[in-house]
């Protein structure tokens, strides 16, 4: 069974602003996301991305005493679909990801896939158009992320 991937706003606004929104589509297809995470991008979202909210405002409510609307409502429908996984980066997010027993990447891990399955020929460009675009990324995590895509 195919996985069902939800993507918080982070990875859209990333990869828009490193012109590389398509990367998504070639190494998920179809992405899900909510109302509020589409609020918080801003722009109008491809076809492949589809809105769907959380049936479970109380999830909402009580994710959002720790964590921003968009990250909150991607976390509840998480939690709503069985065999999904979120794309999260903010560390906070991913720690209640985490404590929630979901299955989540973050932007990174969407470009290292995609080298893993062959869709980049490296992930080297990417880095340092993450970093060029404001995108924090350590050195550790950069050595990291160089290894789990064989660079």
């Given at each position: ?145 160089l290894k789990a895509a064989r660079e």
């Amino acid at each position: 069974m195919r996985k069902t991937i939800i993507s918080d706003t982070s990875c859209l606004i990333v990869l828009t602003n490193i012109g590389k929104l398509e990367l998504l589509h070639d190494v998920y297809g179809q992405i899900l996301t909510t109302t509020e995470v589409a609020k918080e991008y801003g722009e109008s979202l491809p076809d492949w991305i589809e809105i769907t909210d959380p049936k479970d405002k109380l999830h909402i409510q009580i994710l959002q005493l720790q964590l921003d609307a968009g990250e909150a409502s991607a976390i509840a429908l998480a939690l709503e679909i069985p065999n999904s996984t979120i794309i999260v980066d903010d560390d906070k997010a991913r720690k209640v990801a985490n404590k929630l027993g979901l299955d989540f990447t973050g932007t990174l891990g969407v470009i290292i896939k995609a080298k893993v399955i062959g869709k980049i020929k490296s992930i080297k460009p990417y880095l340092s158009d993450l970093k060029s675009a404001g995108f924090r990324l350590t050195e550790e995590l950069e050595g990291e992320a160089l290894k789990a895509a064989r660079e």
